[in-house]
């Protein structure tokens, strides 16, 4: 395979599917964990109720349900009821322009990083050998992306603490990504712009607002750096240690996993890309976490040599390809893994692994312990889509 | 950048842009209306011999280009004009199965750029407190019963706001969670836009559609 070797466990744990464990270089043909997403709170003991919120929760963007279990104050555990909204996406038997439109549907506010990785393991499931010009423009497509996600993070952060004007300069911020995303791909969240064998992607202006994007963050991020309450609720708040942490938690808890670097799916390496790693694995490091990856991303952006314009022109299938294919990226909430099985132009098989489960998981972990006002700031940190952890895929 | 927020909120002058017709920003397109001839394989059967159906549409650019896009934002429908709620208007939102982009997307209407907040539109926390409820997403089962208890909390008449192809047609992924005809008012897109968003409700409030 052209971004994995099967077997052997080389380059940090990237996830795992239904199928496989996932390593940077590797994928392992083990029968994998159950799943991580925890959503039966822990049974009570004398004295503790259960505090449960949603499915329609006022301050949550999704449906969920979550289920506290607390003598009071203190939180014991918590369940994280997600399958309120599962929607069930059938992929296989689809032709793959239809398969498409359906993977980028799967999580909306990541589009980009879903088409890619689904696009690249079909590309090599059927033999199509992309240009270089096309693997830069999605680079900076997934970059666009983890710029506008990582500031959606931070806004709501800063939201959680009541402290309007940084969130309203950084929503303002949001919204200026996202009409630069549209001004690139068509579309403000890359829909209909990414598929196998090409993209839809103009950077006829040169992508020129991001300098002042990064400027104005910048200066944004200094000054929630020097606010004392800001950071009294973020530090200390959730910690998460382990070694086995995917994503942005991982990079916060030390661990140096950052699927671009570790994976030769995409050429990040050439790119100088840094990786962005805290060792406190709180809700703090994870901010600083995604707030240097919003710089770093815009950095990689303007050294990418972008080609001005790609009209979405199909490129030659052979036909001659395994039949099979895999491949990641590292979205904004952590790796993206798809393998593919193709027949006669038809999804044969899907397998995958996606994040968002395990960053429920990492919030239920960290939440014990904690107290009801921490709560808000432990869920944003993570950057959990419901979207995503609760869909089923056949 | 000083400690002092309040200053530098001030210091940076109104980010809100005066005139909310969307024509002005050309690299919106999609989602869009759709104009064109001729036969197309349209992935949801949005085009046929009755001509572009926003509601199917996906906005996924196959039809391209026998269809193209036009820009014109005013893609929805509503039954009729309430002048009732044009000081204020409360709005709860019901994800039934979203991707999340229609969420994020209605969210964006609060960014300084539209401030929907300066046209009287205000999201509640409670279904009790709001004077439309509005769905997104496709249906799924185990959230029937918390969108019927919703329609049920808020007080009458409810209005039934349907929000992007997924809660009116289903779209690609599913069914719609809700008749059509419950809706009394249709907002097109995948994800609809934040302008033709805006400009829904500001009709459906009986207000000037542009947000001067
Ligand atoms: S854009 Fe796609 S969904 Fe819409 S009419 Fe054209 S082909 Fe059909
Ligand atoms: S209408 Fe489109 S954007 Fe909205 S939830 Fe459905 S797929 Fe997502």
Redesign the pocket.
């Known amino acids: 395979m052209r971004c994995f070797d099967i077997g052997g466990k080389v380059g940090p744990f990237l996830g795992e599917s239904q199928r496989y464990i996932i390593f940077g270089k590797t994928i392992m043909p083990e029968h994998p964990l159950e799943s991580p997403v925890i959503r039966m709170p822990p049974s009570k003991k004398a004295g503790e109720f259960q505090l449960t919120y949603g499915p329609l929760a006022g301050g949550m963007l999704e449906s969920v349900t979550l289920k506290f279990i607390t003598p009071g104050e203190i939180i014991r555990g918590v369940g994280v009821e997600d399958k309120f909204k599962a929607r069930e996406i059938k992929v296989s038997g689809r032709t793959i322009p239809d398969a498409i439109l359906m993977i980028e549907r799967l999580n909306g506010f990541h589009a980009a990083s879903h088409s890619i990785a689904f696009s690249m393991a079909v590309e090599e499931a059927i033999g199509i050998k992309v240009p270089e010009e096309i693997l830069k423009a999605r680079m900076a497509m997934l970059e666009l992306e983890r710029i506008r996600s990582h500031l959606h993070v931070v806004a709501n952060l800063a939201e959680a603490d009541s402290f309007a004007v940084p969130s309203k300069r950084l929503s303002y911020l949001s919204e200026k990504v996202t009409r630069l995303i549209s001004r690139t791909s068509g579309h403000r969240y890359f829909f209909?712009s990414i598929f196998p064998g090409g993209v839809f992607f103009s950077n006829r202006d040169k992508l020129s607002d991001l300098s002042s994007i990064g400027k104005e963050f910048n200066s944004i991020y200094g000054g929630l750096l020097s606010s004392k309450i800001f950071l009294s609720r973020l530090k200390g708040n959730g910690i998460l240690q382990g070694e086995k942490i995917i994503g942005p938690a991982g990079r916060a808890a030390g661990i140096s996993n950052d699927a671009r670097l570790h994976s030769g799916c995409l050429p990040f390496g050439k790119t100088g890309l840094r990786e962005i790693t805290y060792a406190d694995g709180d809700a703090y490091a994870r901010f600083r976490v995604r707030s240097d990856e919003i710089l770093e991303s815009i950095r990689v952006i303007e050294n990418l040599d972008l080609p001005a314009e790609i009209d979405g022109k199909k490129q030659q299938v052979s036909f001659d390809g395994p039949s099979k294919g895999a491949a990641i990226v590292e979205s904004p909430s952590g790796p993206i893994f798809y393998y593919v099985e193709v027949e006669d132009g038809l999804i044969h098989l899907i397998d995958y692994s996606f994040p968002s489960p395990f960053n429920i998981s990492y919030f239920s972990r960290s939440m014990k312990g904690k107290v009801f006002t921490d709560f808000q700031f432990n869920w944003e940190s993570y950057g959990i889509w419901i979207s995503e952890s609760s869909a089923v895929i056949s | 950048m000083t400690k002092y927020w309040f200053l530098n909120g001030i210091r940076r002058r109104i980010l809100t842009e005066k005139d909310l017709s969307a024509y002005k920003n050309p690299g919106l397109l999609?989602p869009s209306r759709?104009e064109g001839h001729g036969e197309?394989?349209?992935?949801?059967?949005?085009?046929s011999s009755g001509g572009?159906?926003s509601e199917?549409?996906?906005?996924?650019?196959?039809?391209?280009p026998s269809?193209t896009p036009t820009g014109d934002q005013d893609i929805y429908e509503t039954e009729k004009s309430d002048p009732v709620f044009r000081k204020s208007f409360h709005i709860f939102l019901v994800d039934s199965g979203t991707c999340g982009a229609c969420n994020t997307e209605i969210n964006s209407i609060f960014a300084p750029q539209y401030d929907a907040n300066r046209l009287g539109i205000f999201v509640t926390n409670t279904p009790r407190d709001a004077d439309a409820i509005v769905v997104m997403g496709v249906y799924t089962e185990k959230m029937q019963e918390p969108l019927k208890r919703a329609i049920e909390a808020v007080p009458k008449p409810a209005m039934v706001i349907g929000l992007g192809t997924c809660a009116l047609s289903g779209g690609i992924l599913g069914k719609n969670p809700l008749d059509r005809e419950v809706y009394f008012t249709r907002i097109s897109g995948c994800p609809p836009s934040p302008y033709t968003i805006i400009r829904a409700l500001e009709e459906m409030r009986n207000r000037r559609r542009d947000g001067r």
């Open positions: 209909g | 999609w759709i197309v394989s349209c992935p949801v059967d949005a085009i572009w159906n199917k549409c996906i906005f996924c650019r196959r039809c391209i269809y």
